[in-house]
């Protein structure tokens, strides 16, 4: 009884401590709140869509907006708002997918590149090796290999992705692996995997949090890059990229296909850019924005 009682009570401060940072800093709720709105109604999509998004109608096409199609139809007659929504659910997820393999293997690769100098060398130059094409070039050669699948295109987002990730974390720990509180620690007897994932990984927060944020929208934007240039996920199959697509053809007839598919995108991409920049800065220890 005793114990919960002592979680609960910890619980509360933790909650408090976090409103009083959101209520603190209006950019950084402003971005959580935009992204908590766009995220739920990519994962609600099938709930509250109007129209299933392959559903044809012949007499509808191109219309204006209206109370049945409130975004209107595209050229076959679908409810441009109920395939913005699957759209976005589709980004989304290969998104965060894509995000959850590259960060932990950047972080992996970094942390053992900075802390064994005998791993440095070789991790690095294969780091360069990927640093040196851009990423959408290398994802456009993988999904011509391996097919516009929704796997193909994580695989293809990931393959590139995990390089960045890895040298920042590896300058971090350069800088971490003779600090104070690690000499300390190797004085006691703690292992070096100990170290790396107790030590220099919890004071390298700051810096992953921002990339991995700013990571998502750079994703969102070449999901839709991929699908703008034909390579993204194939019709019928909604996608952000390829409604934008169809919809500069239209652009004087039936504009809100692209300006919907486009504001989506901004949107998204502004909401986890206002996130990752403020997250950054309350991370940061040297950071005097907000005292925790």
């Known amino acids: 009884?005793?114990?919960?009682?002592?979680?609960?009570?910890?619980?509360?401060?933790?909650?408090?401590?976090?409103?009083?940072v959101l209520r603190s800093n209006v950019t950084l709720t402003i971005?959580?709140?935009?992204?908590?709105?766009?995220?739920m109604m990519a994962v609600m999509a099938p709930a509250i869509s109007p129209h299933d998004p392959a559903e044809m109608h012949l007499e509808e096409k191109l219309s204006p907006p209206s109370a049945s199609f409130p975004?209107?139809?595209?050229?076959?007659?679908?409810c441009i708002f109920s395939r913005i929504?699957?759209?976005?659910?589709?980004?989304?997820?290969i998104a965060v997918i894509s995000t959850l393999i590259i960060v932990p293997a950047g972080i992996i690769i970094g942390m053992?590149?900075?802390y064994f100098s005998r791993y440095d060398a070789f991790l690095m130059r294969l780091t360069d090796i990927f640093l040196a094409f851009p990423s959408i070039v290398l994802s456009i050669a993988i999904v011509g290999v391996v097919g516009p699948s929704p796997a193909g295109i994580i695989l293809s987002l990931s393959i590139p992705g995990w390089a960045k990730y890895a040298r920042l974390i590896r300058g971090s720990t350069l800088s971490l692996k003779n600090s104070g509180f690690v000499e300390a620690a190797r004085a006691i007897g703690a292992s070096d995997k100990y170290i790396l994932f107790h030590h220099i990984l919890p004071n390298s927060y700051g810096p992953i949090i921002e990339i991995a944020t700013l990571g998502l929208g750079s994703k969102i934007i070449s999901i839709s890059g991929l699908g703008f240039l034909g390579l993204?996920?194939?019709p019928p199959?909604?996608?952000?990229?390829?409604?934008l697509k169809d919809g500069l053809v239209y652009l004087q007839t039936?504009?809100?296909m692209a300006l919907s598919s486009g504001g989506m995108i901004m949107l998204f991409v502004l909401a986890v850019n206002l996130i990752g920049s403020e997250l950054r800065s309350i991370a940061d220890p040297r950071s005097d924005t907000i005292e925790f």
């Open 71 to 78: 975004l209107g139809t595209d050229q076959f007659g679908r």
């Open 1 to 20: 009884m005793e114990h919960s009682y002592f979680d609960e009570k910890l619980a509360v401060s933790e909650m408090k401590r976090v409103w009083g």
């Open 254 to 256: 039936a504009p809100m």
């Open 237 to 243: 199959t909604p996608e952000l990229g390829t409604i």
């Open 112 to 114: 053992y590149a900075g």
């Open 85 to 93: 929504l699957y759209g976005a659910q589709t980004s989304f997820f």
């Open 232 to 234: 993204g996920i194939q």
């Open 31 to 39: 971005g959580v709140l935009l992204f908590i709105l766009i995220s």
